[in-house]
Protein backbone atom coordinates (compact mmCIF):
# COMPACT_ATOMS: atom_id res chain seq x y z
CA UNK A 1 0.00 0.00 0.00
CA UNK A 2 1.40 3.52 -0.41
CA UNK A 3 3.40 4.48 2.03
CA UNK A 4 3.02 8.83 0.90
CA UNK A 5 -0.18 10.56 0.22
CA UNK A 6 -0.92 13.73 -1.00
CA UNK A 7 -4.22 15.58 -0.27
CA UNK A 8 -5.55 16.88 -2.31
CA UNK A 9 -4.80 14.95 -5.88
CA UNK A 10 -6.37 17.26 -7.71
CA UNK A 11 -7.28 21.40 -7.00
CA UNK A 12 -8.76 24.02 -9.34
CA UNK A 13 -9.08 27.83 -7.74
CA UNK A 14 -9.01 31.40 -8.73
CA UNK A 15 -5.96 33.37 -9.32
CA UNK A 16 -5.09 35.22 -6.17
CA UNK A 17 -6.19 32.69 -3.76
CA UNK A 18 -3.90 30.61 -1.60
CA UNK A 19 -3.82 26.60 -1.67
CA UNK A 20 -2.23 24.08 0.37
CA UNK A 21 -0.87 20.73 -0.31
CA UNK A 22 -0.08 18.25 1.90
CA UNK A 23 2.16 15.73 1.99
CA UNK A 24 1.96 12.65 4.81
CA UNK A 25 4.46 10.09 5.47
CA UNK A 26 2.30 6.88 6.46
CA UNK A 27 4.64 4.48 7.57
CA UNK A 28 7.81 6.07 8.64
CA UNK A 29 9.17 8.84 10.08
CA UNK A 30 10.25 11.25 7.32
CA UNK A 31 13.34 13.19 8.61
CA UNK A 32 13.47 15.31 5.26
CA UNK A 33 11.29 16.01 2.40
CA UNK A 34 11.41 17.43 -0.75
CA UNK A 35 9.15 19.41 -2.91
CA UNK A 36 9.28 19.19 -6.63
CA UNK A 37 6.67 20.18 -9.83
CA UNK A 38 6.89 19.04 -12.79
CA UNK A 39 4.93 20.92 -15.96
CA UNK A 40 3.47 19.02 -18.84
CA UNK A 41 5.29 17.37 -21.08
CA UNK A 42 8.71 18.25 -18.80
CA UNK A 43 10.63 16.62 -15.97
CA UNK A 44 10.83 17.02 -12.56
CA UNK A 45 12.37 20.12 -10.70
CA UNK A 46 13.19 20.05 -7.25
CA UNK A 47 11.85 23.13 -5.79
CA UNK A 48 13.21 22.75 -1.89
CA UNK A 49 14.19 20.85 0.66
CA UNK A 50 12.92 20.51 4.46
CA UNK A 51 13.79 18.80 7.53
CA UNK A 52 11.97 18.43 10.52
CA UNK A 53 11.59 21.27 12.86
CA UNK A 54 13.78 23.56 10.70
CA UNK A 55 13.25 25.90 8.22
CA UNK A 56 13.11 24.79 4.06
CA UNK A 57 16.12 25.31 1.61
CA UNK A 58 14.63 26.64 -1.39
CA UNK A 59 16.56 26.28 -4.96
CA UNK A 60 17.49 28.92 -7.04
CA UNK A 61 14.68 30.81 -8.52
CA UNK A 62 12.24 29.38 -6.48
CA UNK A 63 10.29 32.20 -4.37
CA UNK A 64 10.25 30.89 -0.87
CA UNK A 65 7.80 33.95 0.17
CA UNK A 66 6.24 32.30 -2.40
CA UNK A 67 6.13 28.85 -1.57
CA UNK A 68 5.95 28.28 1.59
CA UNK A 69 6.34 25.00 3.22
CA UNK A 70 6.21 24.18 6.86
CA UNK A 71 7.29 20.60 8.15
CA UNK A 72 6.10 20.60 11.35
CA UNK A 73 6.43 16.80 12.54
CA UNK A 74 7.95 14.10 10.92
CA UNK A 75 5.75 12.39 9.54
CA UNK A 76 3.87 15.97 7.77
CA UNK A 77 4.65 18.74 5.29
CA UNK A 78 2.86 21.04 3.54
CA UNK A 79 3.41 23.26 0.33
CA UNK A 80 1.24 26.47 -0.27
CA UNK A 81 0.66 28.44 -2.77
CA UNK A 82 -0.06 31.70 -1.66
CA UNK A 83 -1.64 34.34 -4.70
CA UNK A 84 -1.29 31.53 -6.73
CA UNK A 85 -1.65 32.42 -10.55
CA UNK A 86 -2.11 30.69 -13.94
CA UNK A 87 1.58 30.06 -14.03
CA UNK A 88 1.39 28.16 -11.10
CA UNK A 89 -0.70 25.58 -12.41
CA UNK A 90 1.63 22.38 -12.29
CA UNK A 91 1.98 18.98 -10.85
CA UNK A 92 3.36 19.24 -7.37
CA UNK A 93 5.18 16.20 -5.87
CA UNK A 94 6.56 14.99 -2.36
CA UNK A 95 9.36 12.98 -1.88
CA UNK A 96 9.82 11.65 1.48
CA UNK A 97 13.07 10.06 3.58
CA UNK A 98 13.58 8.71 6.69
CA UNK A 99 16.69 10.31 6.69
CA UNK A 100 20.77 10.12 6.53
CA UNK A 101 21.80 6.35 6.26
CA UNK A 102 18.26 4.55 5.14
CA UNK A 103 16.96 3.78 1.96
CA UNK A 104 13.62 4.45 3.05
CA UNK A 105 12.36 6.85 0.28
CA UNK A 106 9.04 7.53 -1.43
CA UNK A 107 7.25 10.16 -3.65
CA UNK A 108 4.04 10.66 -3.24
CA UNK A 109 1.13 10.46 -5.76
CA UNK A 110 1.08 14.17 -6.98
CA UNK A 111 -1.13 16.50 -6.71
CA UNK A 112 -2.37 18.54 -9.35
CA UNK A 113 -3.17 22.21 -9.45
CA UNK A 114 -4.70 23.88 -12.04
CA UNK A 115 -5.58 28.12 -11.44
CA UNK A 116 -8.10 29.90 -13.63
CA UNK B 1 21.61 20.08 -13.45
CA UNK B 2 21.30 17.28 -14.28
CA UNK B 3 24.68 14.84 -15.01
CA UNK B 4 23.02 12.40 -17.30
CA UNK B 5 22.45 12.00 -20.61
CA UNK B 6 19.75 9.44 -21.85
CA UNK B 7 17.94 9.04 -25.23
CA UNK B 8 14.44 10.83 -25.73
CA UNK B 9 12.69 8.16 -26.64
CA UNK B 10 12.82 4.14 -27.47
CA UNK B 11 10.35 1.78 -28.32
CA UNK B 12 10.19 -2.09 -26.78
CA UNK B 13 8.10 -5.15 -28.29
CA UNK B 14 5.75 -6.84 -25.13
CA UNK B 15 7.70 -9.33 -23.92
CA UNK B 16 11.12 -8.33 -24.92
CA UNK B 17 13.84 -7.44 -22.98
CA UNK B 18 14.05 -3.40 -22.56
CA UNK B 19 17.80 -2.03 -22.65
CA UNK B 20 17.67 1.98 -21.37
CA UNK B 21 21.08 3.59 -21.95
CA UNK B 22 22.25 6.53 -19.46
CA UNK B 23 25.75 8.37 -20.35
CA UNK B 24 26.83 10.05 -17.23
CA UNK B 25 30.19 10.82 -18.19
CA UNK B 26 31.56 12.83 -15.02
CA UNK B 27 30.49 10.91 -12.40
CA UNK B 28 32.16 11.11 -9.26
CA UNK B 29 33.58 8.24 -7.12
CA UNK B 30 31.04 9.03 -4.44
CA UNK B 31 27.91 8.87 -6.78
CA UNK B 32 25.71 6.46 -6.88
CA UNK B 33 23.30 5.76 -10.27
CA UNK B 34 19.61 5.28 -9.82
CA UNK B 35 16.73 4.53 -11.82
CA UNK B 36 13.55 5.88 -11.14
CA UNK B 37 10.38 5.47 -13.48
CA UNK B 38 7.02 7.86 -13.83
CA UNK B 39 3.91 6.48 -15.62
CA UNK B 40 1.62 9.53 -16.77
CA UNK B 41 0.18 11.70 -14.31
CA UNK B 42 1.70 9.92 -10.92
CA UNK B 43 5.13 10.28 -9.07
CA UNK B 44 8.14 8.80 -9.83
CA UNK B 45 8.60 5.25 -8.67
CA UNK B 46 12.22 3.47 -7.48
CA UNK B 47 13.81 0.78 -9.64
CA UNK B 48 16.82 0.56 -9.21
CA UNK B 49 19.77 1.82 -7.72
CA UNK B 50 23.94 1.01 -7.56
CA UNK B 51 27.60 2.17 -7.12
CA UNK B 52 29.87 -0.01 -8.69
CA UNK B 53 28.32 -3.40 -9.24
CA UNK B 54 25.63 -4.93 -11.28
CA UNK B 55 22.68 -4.88 -9.36
CA UNK B 56 19.11 -6.90 -9.61
CA UNK B 57 16.13 -7.18 -7.81
CA UNK B 58 12.75 -8.42 -8.79
CA UNK B 59 11.88 -5.03 -11.46
CA UNK B 60 14.99 -4.77 -12.99
CA UNK B 61 18.65 -5.16 -13.79
CA UNK B 62 21.22 -2.52 -13.34
CA UNK B 63 24.62 -3.08 -15.64
CA UNK B 64 27.01 -0.14 -14.72
CA UNK B 65 30.78 -0.43 -17.51
CA UNK B 66 34.23 -0.41 -15.24
CA UNK B 67 34.51 3.12 -15.66
CA UNK B 68 31.57 4.14 -14.05
CA UNK B 69 30.51 6.52 -17.31
CA UNK B 70 27.43 4.81 -18.54
CA UNK B 71 25.14 2.05 -17.15
CA UNK B 72 21.95 0.34 -18.89
CA UNK B 73 18.69 -0.51 -17.35
CA UNK B 74 17.36 -3.70 -18.40
CA UNK B 75 13.68 -4.56 -17.80
CA UNK B 76 13.98 -8.27 -18.81
CA UNK B 77 10.19 -9.21 -20.02
CA UNK B 78 9.01 -5.70 -20.84
CA UNK B 79 5.18 -5.81 -20.30
CA UNK B 80 2.98 -3.05 -21.15
CA UNK B 81 2.54 -1.50 -17.92
CA UNK B 82 6.44 -0.53 -18.22
CA UNK B 83 5.24 1.79 -20.56
CA UNK B 84 6.49 5.33 -18.61
CA UNK B 85 9.24 7.72 -18.85
CA UNK B 86 12.18 6.56 -17.30
CA UNK B 87 14.77 8.58 -15.29
CA UNK B 88 18.40 7.65 -14.61
CA UNK B 89 20.10 10.02 -11.78
CA UNK B 90 23.42 10.48 -10.27
CA UNK B 91 23.54 11.69 -6.66
CA UNK B 92 26.03 11.50 -4.35
CA UNK B 93 25.59 12.70 -0.69
CA UNK B 94 24.24 11.07 2.44
CA UNK B 95 22.21 8.08 1.03
CA UNK B 96 18.39 8.39 1.81
CA UNK B 97 18.85 12.38 2.23
CA UNK B 98 20.68 13.28 -1.22
CA UNK B 99 18.49 15.52 -3.87
CA UNK B 100 17.70 13.83 -6.73
CA UNK B 101 17.95 16.15 -9.61
CA UNK B 102 15.84 14.73 -12.50
CA UNK B 103 17.13 15.25 -16.37
CA UNK B 104 14.66 14.55 -18.79
CA UNK B 105 14.19 10.54 -19.07
CA UNK B 106 13.56 8.42 -21.88
CA UNK B 107 9.97 7.49 -22.71
CA UNK B 108 10.17 4.47 -23.25
CA UNK B 109 6.68 2.64 -25.15
CA UNK B 110 6.24 -0.73 -25.03
CA UNK B 111 4.38 -2.20 -28.04
CA UNK B 112 1.80 -5.12 -28.23
Known amino acids: GAVVSQHPSRVICKSGTSVKIECRSLDFQATTMFWYRQFPKQSLMLMATSNEGSKATYEQGVEKDKFLINHASLTLSTLTVTSAHPEDSSFYICRTSGGAGTDTQYFGPGTRLTVL | DAKTTQPPSMDCAEGRAANLPCNHS???????VYWYRQIHSQGPQYIIHGLKNNETNEMASLIITEDRKSSTLILPHATLRDTAVYYC?????????????FGQGTRLTINP
Open chain 2, 89 to 101: IVSDGIQGAQKLV
Open chain 2, 26 to 32: TISGNEY
